[in-house]
């Protein structure tokens, strides 16, 4: 019984192909009537027998032809690769721009150690002087730079008319007044402005900030 199992267990693919003699095939049914093991292994046989059953053999001889569909399957694979891919390579050029970033802020680090090295000369001292409010919201002071072209006043206060022209003037000694620049008011809103005048530091004894109307706003005395 055990040889005849395996023996005839052997037999079982070409049983469910069909391709037994009469004889041999009728040995194997009749030892699967009385064979649990092989009648589950032929279970497990008969669709994979059905389905090389279902193959042409004319088509296994030549050319093998791919099966339909099997290009757009290609392609989707391909297609998927490409994602799979392609966003790597985005990475890498993104770690190149990165790169390319991190070597320009080093050479741009490097540019600002050589401008920091570089000799700079003494910043202009800044020479703080009082600004006497005329109008009754302005609140402002004044530095005072003395460039070798003029005096530069650093106007910093609040309270001028918003939207309304002002015109700076520095005083000399001999009671002119010269133009320095003008500005918008921005009413309470912090206003910080540089007014250049050609009159030297040593020749400057004040300024005035006068507005639209002409009314001395503020002014100053050195
Ligand atoms: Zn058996």
Do not use: Y
């Amino acid at each position: 019984m055990r040889d005849e199992h395996r023996e005839l267990r052997e037999l079982l693919g070409a049983h469910a192909l069909g391709h037994l003699e009469p004889a041999e095939a009728a040995r194997v049914r009749a030892h699967l009537d009385g064979c649990a093991e092989c009648r589950a292994e032929l279970a497990e046989i008969a669709p994979l027998a059905a389905r090389l059953a279902a193959v042409d053999p004319d088509a296994l001889d030549g050319t093998p032809t791919p099966p339909p569909g099997l290009g757009a399957a290609v392609l989707a694979r391909i297609a998927e690769e490409e994602r799979r891919v392609v966003p790597l390579r985005r990475a890498a050029v993104r770690r190149r721009v990165a790169l390319g970033a991190a070597a320009a802020g080093i050479a741009a680090a490097g540019a600002v150690t050589g401008w920091l090295a570089r000799p700079v000369p003494d910043p202009p001292p800044l020479e703080p002087v009082t600004v006497q409010a005329v109008a009754p919201d302005v609140e402002a002071r004044a530095d005072l730079v003395p460039h070798t072209w003029g005096v530069e006043v650093k106007l910093s206060g609040r309270g001028f008319a918003a939207g309304e022209v002002h015109r700076v003037a520095v005083t000399t000694e001999d009671g002119v007044e010269v133009p320095a620049g003008e500005f918008l008011g921005v009413g309470p809103q912090p206003l910080d402005c540089n007014l250049n005048s050609s009159v030297l530091r040593a020749d400057a004894v004040g300024f005035e900030v006068v507005d639209a109307d002409g009314d001395v706003v503020a002014r100053s005395d050195f």
